[in-house]
């Protein structure tokens, strides 16, 4: 079983951890979260991410950084190995969702389905009137729609 490492600007890795929680309860052993906080210095950051990249009970790890080129992707370039930890930047909630849900895959397909997951998970959306309701007329004379 794999996995998974969020590396990002505080309060983002937390959160996002919080948020799969939300989702998978039993998983808490295997997400692990660091925030970096502002004018932390990187050497102490990764330091930080060595111990907790230490205390995952597993053999593989995914490790998820918010934006490439920014000091938490900078720390986790420097963590991974490409062979046992694999490092993936732009993380966003579908994309460790699908982490999660694929932990127990081997490594390399983690990384794959986690890819597909983020790209797949952003997506435009139509805006529709609500079921039931009408749109105004823009000659409309009362601005105001008092349905809730």
């Known amino acids: 079983m794999n996995g998974v490492l969020l ?3 505080a309060p983002l890795a937390h959160a996002l ?3 799969a929680l939300h989702v998978f309860p039993d998983a808490a052993e295997h997400v692990a979260a660091l925030d970096v906080h502002p004018n932390a210095p990187p050497e102490e950051t990764l330091a930080a991410a060595r111990i907790v990249l230490d205390q995952l009970p597993v ?3 995914l490790v998820l950084t918010d934006l490439f080129g920014a000091t938490p992707c900078n720390v986790a370039q420097r963590l991974v190995d490409g062979v046992s930890t694999r490092l993936i930047a732009g993380v966003n909630l579908p994309m460790l969702l699908r982490a999660v849900t694929y932990r127990h895959e081997p490594l390399e397909s983690l990384v794959q389905r986690a890819l597909a997951g983020g790209s797949q998970g ?7 009137a609500p079921q039931n309701q009408y749109r105004r007329a823009i000659h409309d ?8």
């Open 7 to 9: 590396i990002a600007h």
């Open 17 to 19: 951890r919080q948020c």
């Open 59 to 61: 053999k593989g790890v």
């Open 122 to 128: 952003v997506m435009p959306v139509a805006v529709t």
């Open 141 to 148: 004379q009362e601005r105001y729609d008092h349905q809730q």
